[in-house]
């Protein structure tokens, strides 16, 4: 096998699939990238038996084949050679050439018939989606998917998809997040797709022009999109019933502006640590005051804003409701409230752009 191929290119690609590299494993071949050249382009592969990543760059190709090489590696060769061109070659036993102007490294290719094989998902086509969209679904819900291992279903983004729309929900026990688009299929899907895949395919997809084909079945999603393919399997289990958890009335409502809001609490965290974890006391009435009180000191700051309904005091824990502030994206955001402990939904001032929950904390003298 031998070929060249521009440098930033080749670069910007294999970094493109070392995410579907494992880092680590006991198995050597899935540390590595599988390279096939063919006629006028290389196909690269990442794939660490959960999700795989696979690109094509055109290329030079004076002979066609296969090799697979550490992705840390090569990625870390081809990012400092300085030249325009890098031309790999491989020969008998695997040697393998990489050269970029004088620079010239020897290795050895693991053997590419070791590499596993992709699964075959027979996944039919479910929906097409304009890439900025799914992109903002996946940013504005992927930092509420739970961390715990204890619960694997929350590890991941439930995927809904009915006729008319899609509804992408994701949780961690403490706070909530789901929003809608409205699309046209003709497919009723329910499933829960790894935080990971999603990061990716937000990563990789989200700044396409074109739209983004997904396809989909009982173990395996596919996302398909510009130059990249990405494929992962789903998570096995039951994803809690959010709609039986979301507030339906209210006994105060507040419309506040994000930025203040934010910078408030950021103001108040400067005396909350990872071993002070202090919840901030957040009361609503003729405005929002924030206060909070630590070992290291104490805090006091106020915002503008409307409320309407009885006055209340909620304990916040201070990152979730920054997290929920901050992924809005909108200049003012309405809380909805219904008692000092019970779930604060957040909302739009307008439309159903997302519906984010989050649990009060109660505080230690109550």
Do not use: W
Not at 51 to 57: D, F, N, P, Q, W
Not at 215 to 234: E, K, P, W
């Amino acid at each position: 096998m031998k070929f060249i191929c521009d440098k930033h290119t080749l670069s910007n690609a294999i970094a493109g699939v070392s995410k579907a590299v494992a880092a680590h494993s006991n198995i050597p071949i899935l540390e590595t990238i599988l390279f096939r050249a063919e006629q006028g382009r290389i196909i690269l592969t990442g794939y660490d038996l959960e999700m795989a990543i696979t690109t094509s760059v055109p290329a030079i190709v004076s002979s066609p084949g296969e090799i697979a090489l550490s992705a840390k590696l090569i990625g870390d060769m081809v990012r400092r050679m300085n030249t325009d061109d890098i031309e790999i070659e491989c020969g008998e036993n695997l040697a393998v050439a990489v050269r970029g102007g004088i620079t010239e490294f020897n290795l050895t290719s693991m053997n590419p018939m070791d590499y596993p094989e992709m699964p075959r998902s027979d996944a039919e086509e479910a929906v097409e989606i304009e890439a900025a969209t799914l992109k903002s679904m996946i940013d504005t819900t992927l930092f509420a998917v739970s961390l715990d291992d204890k619960k694997p279903a929350h590890t991941g983004e439930l995927f809904v998809l009915e006729p008319d729309k899609l509804t992408m929900v994701a949780l961690d026990g403490y706070r909530l997040a789901i929003v809608e688009r409205p699309v046209t299929s003709t497919r009723n899907i329910r499933i829960i797709v790894p935080a990971k895949t999603m990061g990716e395919v937000s990563r990789l997809m989200g700044e396409l022009e074109e739209k983004i084909v997904i396809q989909a079945n009982r173990r395996f999603i596919v996302f398909r999109g510009g130059d990249y393919v990405i494929i992962s399997r789903l998570i096995d289990g039951d994803f809690l019933d959010y709609t039986r958890v979301v507030p339906v009335s209210c006994t105060t409502t507040v419309t506040v502006p994000t930025r203040d809001f934010i910078s408030c609490v950021e103001r108040a965290s400067l005396i909350i640590t990872e071993r002070l974890k202090n919840p901030l006391r957040v009361k609503f009435d003729d405005g929002v005051t924030v206060r909070c009180q630590t070992s290291l000191g104490s805090v006091m700051d106020e915002i503008s804003a409307r409320v309407e309904g009885q006055a209340v005091e909620v304990g916040f824990n201070n990152r979730y409701l920054l997290d929920a502030l901050r992924y809005s994206g909108k200049d003012e955001v309405v809380f909805q409230i219904s008692g000092p402990l019970a779930p604060v939904k957040i909302v739009p001032t307008e439309g159903n752009d997302f519906l984010f929950l989050v649990l009060p904390v109660r505080f230690k003298n109550e």
